[in-house]
Each structure stands twice: as structure tokens, then as C-alpha cells.
């Protein structure tokens, strides 16, 4: 995970959201990062040092002429060890002095010692956030390369809805998590991702559908984000929201799916086709609601495009570089998904099986295996989606690096 053993430097100043920033801080932790909390005197008003101090198990820093150590002045070690400096909520008068480079206080002062990235999440008032100096300080820091997450909309501490709430500590995790992997070993890679169960329609209020999650493909464009990727996620209807920092596409059928990534192709250096599309499709599909009636009912169905099959067809001008294709089998799971594999012409086949209880469809796990076309079959253990995800990452990363470099 790429937060293990990762200096992050918390900034918390004088907001309201102050409070969030204890589980922001507590989420680091729980990920592997060491953690070390800088507080303005604002922030001090807000909530205490206590919380981030028990969950760190370091001491809060709060006064900038407080020595660390005997040699250490703290914004200069704090600022050189640091791996990335986050600062939420950031308020707009933090943001003010950032961008014109004040150091008035340690938090600051770090900030200009260090040449860490640095996340920023703006929390304030809506009418503060819409402001245009934040806006111009905003650009500022934007231009030096920092990052800035948009505050979200929602009710304010004023009580009137608008935009200016702190981020969900997900969405501040994600983005530390990308801007850390920005240099990774995928970084200037151009990945296209399907996730998902496609849906084709029967009626105007019934589909045909399978039981897919999407959290395979999810899980795979955030470890691909992760690891630096440029991220597209086509994705049909999941019950899962917004990846930061990906590129969403939303699509329903087998068909929009189709024309969605063949219109991405040309633009794709990978494709991973973990969707679970539909092979086939109602003939037609009812303008109005199918009434019962005492007599069964057939239904009529079509085949629908092999997108796998369509994009490789296409590939001898020589994108994608890498097709990465999924199985899902309920027997004989070597044997059909070798067969798959050459008979898709893919590079990578990632097979799992699929009646297995406590992996595949609906759950957290997956246990698969990877079957390439220049290689033995590699049985993985049963893991989260997220690690199948980075190990699938990592064989075609090396595949990437045989072939081109
Ligand atoms: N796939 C596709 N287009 C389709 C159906 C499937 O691109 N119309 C892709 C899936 O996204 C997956 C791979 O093909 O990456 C294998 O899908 P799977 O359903 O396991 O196999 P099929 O080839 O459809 O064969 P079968 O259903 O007979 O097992």
C-alpha cells in the first residue's frame, strides 16, 4: 500500500472542519503512514491536540520556537523528512499566506522549508470560497503544483447550503494517495478500465443484468491512479460513487459500452475489460411495461458485440498495447480460461472462479488466477480486490517494461 512507512505531515488550521481532521489523521495511521500533526492557533480553538496525539503516538506540534531536539528546529526537520504535507481543513487565510509565501507560524513556515508535495482541502464559507482572492490564491498555488480539493457542497457551519464543506476523508485520502504515486511505475501510462454488469433493458422498467459489482474494476483504476496511471473507468450502473482523479464514463448496455471503448481506443495504452458484459440482448425492448398475462412469456434474444473481440481486431495499428481480459468460470477453470485466453488473443487472462462462496461476484475478495500467453499459470491466494488489483498492476507493468522499455 502506498501509504506504508510514508512521512505525511497533517496541517490542521482554525476551522470548523477542524474536527474531521481526527479521522482524516487516524485513517493515515491506520494505512501505515507516520504521521506528524502541525496545528495553527486557530486550530487550537477548535478542537485540542489530544485526539491526534493519542492516535499518532507523536507529539503535536504547535509553537514554531519549540526545539524538537537539541540541534532540530521542528519546521525544518519536519519539513525535510516529510513525503507529502497535507493540510485540512485549509482555511482561506492559511491558503492567503500560502500562496503570497508568509511563514508566520510552524505550519507555514514548513510549508516554505519543504519540498514535499502538498495537499491542500480548502473548508469555509461559501462566500469565502467564491471570493476572488482565494480564487486567484487558489490558481497560485495550483500553478506552484499543489494540489487543491474542491470543498464540496452541502450545508456550511452558517447553516445555508453551498460550497465550501471539507472533502469526505476518502476523497482527501485519494488524493494523497494519487499525488504519492504521481512519479509511480505506471505514471505517464494511459489505462482504459470496464467495470461493472451491463443492464439491457427489456422494458421501459426491467433489465436483464448479472451480478457483478464493479468492485473489481474499481478497485483497479485506484490502484492504477495509485500507481500514477492516467485513469479511464467505464463503468455500467454499480452501486459504487466517484473515483478521485479518475475519468468516468457512465454507460448501460453492452452496446454503449462497445462505442464507448472503442472511441477511447486510439487514446489507450492498456485496456482491462472487467466488466461482466452481457452476451446477449432482448431482439427489442418494449416501449411500455410488458403487462402479465395468464400464458408464460418467451423471450427473444441476440447476441450482443464481443467488445474484446472487436478491439483486438482493430489493434494491428497497435493500440491498445496491452489487452487485459477477465473469465469468470464455474468449472474446469485452467482449461476454458486458457482456452479464452488464445482464442481472445489477450495478453493477460485473469480467471476466477466464480462459485466459490467467498470470492468473485458481490464480495470484498477474489481469488484468481493469471494466465499469460508467455508464461505458466499463476494461482493467487485468496486477497482483497484492491491487492488483486495491484498484483494484475504489476505483471503488466513488467510486461510493458519487456516489450517497450
Ligand atoms: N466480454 C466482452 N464483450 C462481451 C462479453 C464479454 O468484451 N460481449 C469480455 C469480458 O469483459 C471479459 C471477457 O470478455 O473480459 C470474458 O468474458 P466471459 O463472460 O467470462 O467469457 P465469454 O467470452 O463471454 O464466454 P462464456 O460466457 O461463454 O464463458
Redesign the pocket.
Known sequence: MILQGKNIVLGVTGGIAAYKAVDLCSKLVQAGAHVDVIMTEAALAFVTPLPFQTITQRPVSTDMFRLLDSTDMAHISLAKKADLVVIAPATANTISKLATGLADNLLTTTVLATTAPLVLAPAMDADMWAHAATLANVRTLEARGAVIIPPEEGRLASGRIGRGRLPATETILAAIRQTLGGRGPLAGMRVLI?AGGTQEPLDPVRHLTNRSSGRMGYALAEAARDLGATVTLISAPTALGRVYGVRQVAVRT?EEM?VAVLGERENTDVLV???????YRPVSAAPEKIKKSEAGLTLSLER??????SVVDLRADGWPRIVV?????TQDLIA?ASQ?LSH?RLDLLVANDVSATDAGFEVEDNRVVLLASDAAPVTLPLMSKFEVAERIWERVHGMWSERYG
Open positions: 470496464t453492452a462497445a475489460m472487467a466488466a461482466a458484459v452481457a452476451d450482443t458485440r464481443d467488445i474484446l473481440a481480459g477477465f473469465a469468470a468460470e476454458n479464452k481472445k
